[in-house]
């Protein structure tokens, strides 16, 4: 076999091979083909899915401004709840003092009416004997 005959018996070999690869793809292409009803269900598919993607954006977008709106009102909420804590501590401090003031000022009392009442009983015992004599309290 000289060397022409050797290109020849190539290139129909390869030639051979091209035919086979595009008549392969041929039959592929023919038995794999797409019909107009189903190009047109798979654009059905294709807008549905869209419309999906546009449902759950919005739905991701309402649900991030509801997450923020709860935020803020839960924080008013806490901010509130800080103020009325604060109120109530200050009310049941001032109402521990005025505790502590009337008890200091019913002892107080209790030692002037010690006071008075031992006043009364000189008072009473002056009368008695007729040595009545009126003095003020100190």
Not at 2 to 26: N, S
Not at 85 to 106: C, F, K, P, S, V
Request: hydrophobic share 40%; net charge negative; proline share 1%.
């Amino acid at each position: 076999m000289g060397r022409t005959e050797f290109i020849a018996v190539t290139a129909i070999i390869l030639f051979v091979a091209f035919v086979m690869g595009w008549f392969a793809h041929w039959l592929v292409a023919r038995f794999t083909r797409v019909t107009g009803s189903e190009m047109n269900e798979l654009d059905s598919m294709a807008q549905s899915l869209h419309d999906a993607e546009e449902t759950r954006d919005q739905a991701e977008a309402y649900f991030h401004q509801r997450e923020a709106e709860i935020t803020n009102q839960m924080q008013q909420t806490e901010a509130e709840l800080r103020a009325a804590m604060d109120g109530l501590r200050d009310a049941r401090r001032e109402a521990e003092e005025l505790r502590g003031y009337i008890e200091r000022q019913n002892q107080g009392d209790a030692k002037r009416m010690n006071s008075v009442t031992a006043q009364c009983h000189r008072i009473a015992a002056s009368s008695r004997d007729g040595n009545f004599r009126w003095r003020p309290p100190v």
